[in-house]
């Protein structure tokens, strides 16, 4: 089984991205709404709920996990990868990994929640990468309520993403990292704010699609994962508004249940 952790339910852009690739694959996937959104939280509390919410997906038969939210990647990817010996995947190293390949060195933006772009982890992943990378990054802490609250055709959405990307456009960046479950839901905008000869990343489908690689390359870890088709989506709170924006980031209905945690 392989289980995917997110802060909430904007993590259901990494689940999609993998049952899209994987769709014959059981998955869990765990979103920590009571404790989430983490982008505002401190790298401790991150950690703490990282490593709560992977001993639940441990629990549930997990024998790979993937932590699709950014924030964790960032705040406790590190520790957590350490600390487990199954196959840990973070959003953070397969977006830096593309951003070097693809980008034609003018420069490398990223955007993210303010927790993320504080931690400086994607900063240091592509200058570890290419330590001549040009990498400006932008906190954009307006844009997961904006998807939560289904706002993505809304002209206010449009401005605020063009505020938060004008820094990064004058900088004239020729990539730039979605480095946010969220983001890919508004990647239109954003497509059209930073300028079409700007490639997006998106770091759901880059997770996704290492995650795919690594099991083609694993045969023995490939070989422990059930492929039933069986997914659940467990949540540690719910509301009729998490239901709807759960809809809006996985694309389609989804079905939640609540469990203690
Ligand atoms: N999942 C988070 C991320 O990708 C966004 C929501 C949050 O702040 O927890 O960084």
Redesign the pocket.
């Known amino acids: 089984m392989i289980g995917i952790l997110?802060?909430?339910i904007?993590?259901l852009t990494v689940a999609r991205a993998l049952s899209d690739r994987l769709p014959d694959y059981n998955m869990v996937f765990f979103g920590d709404t009571a404790r989430?959104?983490?982008?505002?939280?401190s790298a401790e509390i991150v950690t703490d709920c990282t490593l709560r919410g992977i001993d639940f997906l441990l629990n549930r038969g997990s024998e790979i996990i993937v932590i699709?939210?950014?924030?964790?990647?960032?705040l406790a990817g590190e520790r957590v990868t350490e600390r487990f010996d199954i196959p840990i995947f973070e959003?953070v190293t397969p977006a830096a990994e593309l951003s070097v390949e693809i980008s034609e060195k003018s420069g490398i933006g990223v955007i993210?929640?303010r927790?993320?772009i504080d931690s400086g982890a994607y900063e240091k992943k592509i200058r570890e990468l290419d330590p001549r990378a040009r990498v400006c990054s932008a906190a954009c802490?307006l844009l997961?309520p904006l998807v939560e609250e289904g706002w993505l055709r809304k002209p206010e959405t449009r401005m605020i993403v063009k505020k938060y990307l004008h820094p990064l456009k004058v900088r004239q960046i020729d990539t730039l990292i979605m480095?946010?479950?969220?983001?890919p839901i508004l990647k239109k905008i954003i497509q059209r704010k930073i300028g079409k000869r700007v490639s997006l990343i998106d770091?759901s489908t880059t997770v996704a699609e290492k995650v795919r690689q690594f099991l083609e390359q694993h045969p023995e870890t490939d070989d422990l994962l059930g492929k039933e088709g069986e997914t659940e989506f467990f949540v540690s709170d719910l509301t009729e508004h998490l239901k709807k924006a759960a809809k809006v980031t996985f694309g389609r209905n989804v079905l939640l249940k609540r469990i203690e945690h």
């Open positions: 997110d802060s909430g904007g993590g989430g959104p983490y982008g505002s939280k699709a939210c950014n924030t964790a990647s960032c959003a993210g929640t927790a993320v802490p997961v480095g946010c479950t969220h983001y770091s």
